[in-house]
T-cell receptor
Framework: ETGVTQSPTHLIKTRGQQVTLRCSSQ?????VSWYQQALGQGPQFIFQ???????GRGNFPPRFSGLQFPNYSSELNVNALELDDSALYLC?????????????FGSGTRLTVV | AQKITQTQPGMFVQEKEAVTLDCTYD???????LFWYKQPSSGEMIFLIY??????QNATEGRYSLNFQKARKSANLVISASQLGDSAMYFC??????????????FGTGTSLTVIP
């Protein structure tokens, strides 16, 4: 097991720019979810992918988009960055994404928008 | 209404003592799962324990146990024999619809636990 790895670990962007965050899922996991965690808050669900298809989305605008690749790695893209997008972005993978099957989380990408 | 409520922003416990972290939840789905995660300063969320809505017994995992009171919709985490390494943020989370994919986790706002030597 290699766990979930995210890159980069830290990122500073300017308002209005676009950003791509990357995630490598734990081996064998075909479900990946992305969460946004603002400072002092719990993680908020952005979306989930299962076998390259989006199968769940939280209350985030369309400028938050994603991809999952055949090897189950994934990307989170955010366009037209706003100051409020500053947060820790967590990627989590799961074998099935259901029942008692919990997530394995990465250490996150800390995005700062200035 | 909040799906998950954690009312203790911060807690202190003496090393080797037990501590209870509170969590209440709100759902009308008869099938759901409750999870507790630990988040150290490194940011990674570490899975601690799971309780299913149909589980008859309270879950236990080593020093962690879950006090599940279904009628009260509470799922408190009990950490026994606290260690200095237990100092971290603790999050309660719920996923509805046990057999369905695409179901998100709802997280609480977390409790910051500090273990005092």
């Amino acid at each position: 097991e290699t766990g979930v790895t995210q890159s980069p670990t830290h990122l500073i962007k300017t308002r209005g720019q676009q950003v791509t965050l990357r995630c490598s899922s734990q081996s064998g996991h075909n479900t990946v979810s992305w969460y946004q965690q603002a400072l002092g808050q719990g993680p908020q669900f952005i979306f989930q992918y299962y076998r390259e298809e989006e199968n769940g989305r939280g209350n985030f605008p369309p400028r938050f988009s994603g991809l999952q690749f055949p090897n189950y790695s994934s990307e989170l893209n955010v366009n037209a960055l706003e100051l409020d997008d500053s947060a820790l972005y967590l990627c989590a993978s799961s074998l099935t994404g259901r029942g008692r099957d919990g997530y394995t989380f990465g250490s996150g990408t800390r995005l700062t928008v200035v | 209404a909040q799906k998950i409520t954690q009312t203790q922003p911060g807690m202190f416990v003496q090393e080797k003592e037990a501590v209870t972290l509170d969590c209440t939840y709100d759902t009308s789905d008869p099938s759901y799962g409750l999870f507790w995660y630990k988040q150290p300063s490194s940011g990674e969320m570490i899975f601690l324990i799971y309780q299913g809505s149909y589980d008859q017994q309270n879950a236990t995992e080593g020093r962690y146990s879950l006090n599940f009171q279904k009628a009260r919709k509470s799922a408190n985490l009990v950490i026994s024999a606290s260690q200095l390494g237990d100092s971290a943020m603790y999050f309660c989370a719920m996923r509805e619809g046990g057999r369905n994919t695409g179901n998100q986790f709802y997280f609480g706002t977390g409790t910051s636990l500090t273990v005092i030597p």
